[in-house]
């Protein structure tokens, strides 16, 4: 099935560093998703987006809706040890038969060394 | 609050056996979702739910089938295991059929190996 286009594939940081990863399409999704995974567990939302150009923050992470409606960037800023995990972006596409259902990038992985 | 709960954790199955894997949510939602993940392969859609007595095929359905048992639960059924179904399966529910697109909440996931 179709996946979004997520990069990067890995990050290996310093404490107290920016982090930035995105996710692209060549469809246009009406809401964009990011989502952490730790591991052990299941994904968990970390902000919804929903407008073109929409930007919003969740404490020291801030996420994006592309201006055409086919992307979206998630940064981190001054990342902490916690912060380490696999990163996904997902969105609804516009399409009439995918109702609901949601596209998932493959993942960003974050290792965060002290 | 518990979110969406999924039973078992873990599990070890043989080639050939059956099993059902279940999923609980207590938001009120009405759609439901199983996902199977694997390495390098993302997150793929199995079967879904809208609401409360519809089922309808995802990506990967074959070899599995469903049960929305009422609005809260949703189970997966494998008939007859085989290797290629070891896999990290998530449940996750969503608050609107059709209509505006909500985010999916997702289980801790039940990690089955067939041997």
């Known amino acids: 099935g179709q996946q979004l286009n997520q990069s990067p594939q890995s990050m290996f940081i310093q404490e107290g560093e920016d982090v930035s990863m995105n996710c692209t399409s060549s469809s246009i999704f009406n809401t964009w998703l990011w989502y952490k995974q730790d591991p052990g567990e299941g994904p968990v939302l970390l902000i919804a987006l929903y407008k073109a150009g929409e930007l919003t923050s969740n404490g020291r992470l801030t996420a994006q809706f592309g201006i055409t409606r086919k992307d979206s960037f998630l940064n981190i800023s001054a990342s902490i040890p916690s912060d380490v995990g696999i990163y996904f972006c997902a969105g609804h596409p516009r399409t009439t038969d995918s109702w609901g259902k949601l596209q998932f990038g493959a993942g960003t992985q974050v290792v965060v060394t002290p | 609050n518990a979110g969406v709960t999924q039973t078992p954790k873990f599990q070890v199955l043989k080639t050939g056996q059956s099993m059902t894997l279940q999923c609980a949510q207590d938001?009120?939602?009405?759609?439901m979702y199983w996902y199977r993940q694997d390495p390098g392969m993302g997150l793929r859609l199995i079967y879904y739910?809208?609401?409360?007595?519809?089922?309808d095929k995802g990506e990967v359905p074959n070899g599995y089938n469903v049960s929305r048992l009422n609005k809260r639960e949703f189970s997966l059924r494998l008939e007859s295991a085989a290797p290629s179904q070891t896999s990290v399966y998530f449940c996750a529910s969503s608050g609107h059929p059709g209509g505006v697109n909500q985010p999916q909440h997702f289980g801790d996931g039940t990690r089955l190996s067939i041997l």
């Open positions: 739910s809208a609401s409360e007595g519809t089922t």
């Open positions: 938001m009120n939602h009405n759609s």
